[in-house]
């Protein structure tokens, strides 16, 4: 699966349509009773309602960071994707 290459080509929103560009945006998750939120997460985002989505590889390492983050006991967890 190597050399996998991910198109940077501009694309369209599914929602409306609209111009996607890349971008940051906050995604929390809900894990039974906790809260985690994960801040500057790299994604494509829509220009005109705002959408963001997010790219595999990125998915991919925020799914580790959730298994990480379970270890955590705490209630509310802010992280920041690059610092993770
Ligand atoms: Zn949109």
Do not use: Q, W
Request: proline fraction near 4%; charged fraction near 30%.
């Amino acid at each position: 699966m190597a050399g996998r290459k991910e198109k940077n080509n501009t694309k369209k929103c599914p929602l409306c349509g609209g111009r996607m560009s890349d971008g940051m945006t906050v995604a929390p998750f809900f894990i039974n009773d906790r809260v985690i939120v994960i801040k500057d997460v790299p994604a494509e985002v829509c220009g005109d309602c705002g959408e963001a989505y997010m790219k595999s590889r990125v998915v991919d390492r925020i799914e580790a960071l959730l298994d990480r983050l379970e270890d955590l006991h705490s209630e509310v967890s802010i992280v920041h994707y690059k610092a993770a």
